[in-house]
């Protein structure tokens, strides 16, 4: 048995490109000069002296969806508890809704939807219109670092700041902390062959399929009766080439390292991120950045249904991952879009653009990656600090190494790390989600 050595970085780089604007912008041009020219009432200070307002029909738009929204979370909320409450789990069960989304063009939708979202709102209407959104998602309005009328847009709103101070990180050297707001769905070790991470009750998918034919995922070569190695191919550059299109698909059954599995130590953990949730991503441990991919792929929902009723969500969805180490082993954390708007914010790499519009018709094509320099140190990142944003509510999915000694000192005590969460807890940026004690 050893171990399969992770691939080198190679040489040239693929950088981003096809950098195309988007689709709609000529479209709308004339809907928003006149949004703009409606909006402007005395310099645009809000103020409607010897004017009369007519209310922009985004602003409209807006608040219907807000009261949809609301509905569809309320209803959504109370079949939830009512499981909860007679202890029910929900298990996959793919409906007729998710063979409907694959016939949707999710992506122009969503294009669209930012658009709207982008658009500049009244300053009469900011406070009431983000009040409308706190109260339907249980936003906390008191922890935002700027007063109401100075977000321009819903998509300000959404991806803002908050004080300082609202977000302590914990202090513990010994800890992994959360680095979203957000609700645990998921956790645990990786330990069966091909690591595979549990979507819902009676439905897994590799992790490999997540993060990529080209990860460096570690994970042990097991040998043959002949005492013989099996060696991995998929690392390679001829291999990864021919096999893209699997993870694309993203048929975790097509991907089959049967003669791999996972090293002692490997955790998963998957973060839901509500609409009404603070939308900004940190570091969850002080960690070096070695390569960034970007998958184009779908924008299907991903709210607790959606993962219930839709194969390969997070593997189908467009998303960024970024694979690095940290002083423990490996180090990913996957954040993945979803319908509406659905760009992903990377804040080491302003330039990246998601969600642009595809070339074809076909929703696989290889990942874009990016190889971050110098070469093995990459971009250093400090537990709790900014990384990234959504622009509507997703998901994160952090994959990494842990102690998992079963040796105990000489207290009793063990090095082995443990989640301090549950499945279903509510979660801030800082917080733990696991520690281990000091070898």
């Not at 399969?4 to 780089?13: A, E, F, G, Y």
């Not at 909006?39 to 103020?47: D, Q, R």
């Not at 009328?149 to 302590?168: I, N, Q």
């Not at 060696?231 to 049967?258: C, G, H």
């Amino acid at each position: 048995m050893r171990f399969r050595v992770p691939p080198k970085w190679p040489v040239s780089l693929a950088h981003l490109h096809h950098r195309h604007p988007l689709s709609g912008r000529l479209c709308f041009a004339s809907s928003a000069r006149n949004f703009q020219s409606r909006a402007s009432v005395n310099g645009g200070t809000g103020s409607s002296e010897g004017s009369s307002f007519l209310v922009p029909g985004a602003t409209v738009a807006t608040i219907v969806m807000l009261g949809i929204l609301h509905a569809r979370r309320l209803y959504d909320d109370k079949k939830v508890e009512e499981a909860k409450e007679k202890g029910t789990e929900f298990e996959f069960s793919p409906d007729f809704k998710a063979t409907f989304l694959r016939m949707l063009p999710l992506r122009s939708i969503s294009r669209f939807w930012g658009f709207m979202m982008s658009l500049e709102i009244p300053v009469f209407f900011r406070p009431h219109i983000y009040k409308a959104w706190a109260r339907a998602f249980h936003s906390n309005l008191e922890e935002i670092a700027l007063p109401l009328d100075e977000y321009a847009s819903l998509r300000e709103f959404f991806v803002r700041s908050l004080k300082e101070g609202s977000r302590p990180i914990d202090p513990d050297p010994h800890c992994l902390v959360s680095p979203v707001d957000g609700t645990i769905l998921r956790f645990g070790e990786l330990r069966e062959s091909r690591a595979m991470i549990e979507q819902v009750k009676g439905f897994s998918y590799s992790a490999i399929s997540l993060l990529g034919a080209n990860s460096f995922l570690p994970m042990i070569v097991q040998e043959d009766m002949h005492g013989e190695s099996i060696e991995q191919k998929s690392d390679t550059k001829d291999t990864s080439k021919k096999s893209w299109w699997r993870i694309s698909l993203a048929s975790p059954k097509m991907w089959n390292p049967a003669a791999a599995r996972p090293v002692k130590g490997l955790f998963y953990c998957v973060i839901y991120l509500k609409p009404g949730d603070y939308h900004r991503v940190h570091s969850p441990i002080d960690w070096n950045v070695f390569i960034r991919r970007h998958f184009s792929g779908r924008l299907f929902p991903s709210n607790e249904r959606a993962t219930r009723t839709i194969r390969n969500l997070y593997v189908e969805n467009e998303r960024v991952v970024l694979e690095g180490q940290w002083a423990e082993g490996y180090m990913a954390i996957a954040a993945i879009g979803a319908t509406n708007i659905g760009s992903i914010e990377l804040f080491i790499e302003p330039e990246l653009q998601t969600n642009r519009p595809k070339k074809g018709l076909l929703h696989s094509e290889p990942p874009d990656e990016r190889i971050y320099k110098p070469e093995g140190v990459g971009v250093m990142l400090r537990k709790g600090e900014e990384m990234a944003a959504f622009n509507m509510g997703s998901t994160v999915v952090l994959v990494f190494q842990a102690p998992a000694s079963k040796s105990h000192h000489e207290n009793g005590s063990s090095s082995e790390f443990k989640f301090c969460v549950n499945r279903g807890d509510k979660i801030h940026v800082g917080e733990a989600l696991g520690r281990w004690n000091d070898r």
